[in-house]
């Protein structure tokens, strides 16, 4: 998977690899030529300083790397003959630290410590900005990383609560639109004891919002959420009927928002939503 950053009006591509992120040596080249991407990377790496440079980051890196191939080069590097490709970089030495892909997401790739690398070669003041830019990309996908479980775990309590539904409380004998209606009268039970209201009252008071009720929810909603479906799956089991049901998940959810609003750690959360 690629993603894109914005880097002084230059668009950078981040490519995803099995053990770290590589950032495109032909978008940081494009910012100093955009027609010689090439050219700038080649330049870049017969450089005698570089060829040690990457020779040092795979000798620490990788345990296939071939030591004497880069001596090779690194004998070579600095004559007005050197000329050093990527491509022959990563044949002649196993490298890993530099990618070349065509396709869609083509072009030169290196691990972020040689693109940094690189990219202080093109320009300081560039490099400092594609650092600034790369820590934004990675705290805002950590950010929705802790919101996207926070989702499934609703998600997979919801299946387990749907699961309690149907074997309770549906008689085999009903249709499928019966089914559904009774599907979502369960959930109201859910968004009463912690919203106060249902998913249809919800909708009224907010006609100009795109999705529903539990998508407006704050961590500390979801996490509650979370905890009211696999408690209400138990007292359908326990066979209760839903209006004690609702009264206990709702003396339950009133308590729990009191210590969730007070946790630091979901204060955290709620700031980097």
């Avoid at 040690?52 to 004559?79: D, Q, T, V, Y």
């Avoid at 249709?175 to 919203?195: H, Q, R």
């Avoid at 009211?228 to 209760?240: C, K, Q, V």
């Avoid at 630091?264 to 700031?271: A, Q, Y």
Wanted: proline residues 3%; neutral net charge.
């Amino acid at each position: 998977m690629s993603r894109k950053i914005d880097v002084q009006g230059s668009e950078v591509k981040v490519l995803d690899g099995k053990a770290s992120d590589y950032i495109s040596l032909t978008d940081i080249a494009r910012y100093k030529e955009p027609e010689r991407t090439d050219h700038v990377i080649q330049n870049w790496m017969r450089n005698r300083n570089t060829v040690e440079f990457l020779g040092i980051w795979e000798h620490l890196n990788n345990p296939a790397f071939k030591p004497l191939e880069f001596e090779g080069f690194k004998n070579r590097a600095g004559l007005n003959s050197f000329v050093l490709t990527p491509k022959q970089w990563i044949e002649a030495t196993a490298a890993i630290g530099i990618l070349s892909k065509s396709g869609r997401y083509g072009g030169t790739y290196a691990h972020k410590d040689i693109a940094f690398e690189f990219a202080s070669w093109i320009s300081v003041e560039f490099k400092l900005y594609l650092i600034k830019e790369f820590q934004r990309l990675k705290e805002s996908e950590k950010a929705q990383l802790g919101w996207d479980i926070k989702r499934n775990l609703a998600k997979i309590n919801y299946r387990i609560h749907t699961d309690a539904v149907k074997e309770n409380l549906i008689p085999p004998t009903l249709t499928g639109k019966e089914t559904s209606l009774i599907y979502a009268n369960e959930a109201d039970v859910l968004n009463m004891a912690l919203f106060g209201m249902t998913a249809k009252q919800w909708r009224e008071a907010n006609p100009g919002e795109k999705g529903n009720i539990r998508d407006e929810a704050n961590v500390a909603q979801l996490i509650c959420l979370s905890n009211l479906e696999n408690l209400n799956a138990l007292f359908i089991s326990d066979g209760l009927p839903q209006a004690e049901r609702l009264q206990k998940l709702n003396r339950i959810a009133i308590n729990q928002m009191r210590l969730l609003t007070e946790d630091l750690g979901v204060k955290k959360l709620e700031e980097k939503q």
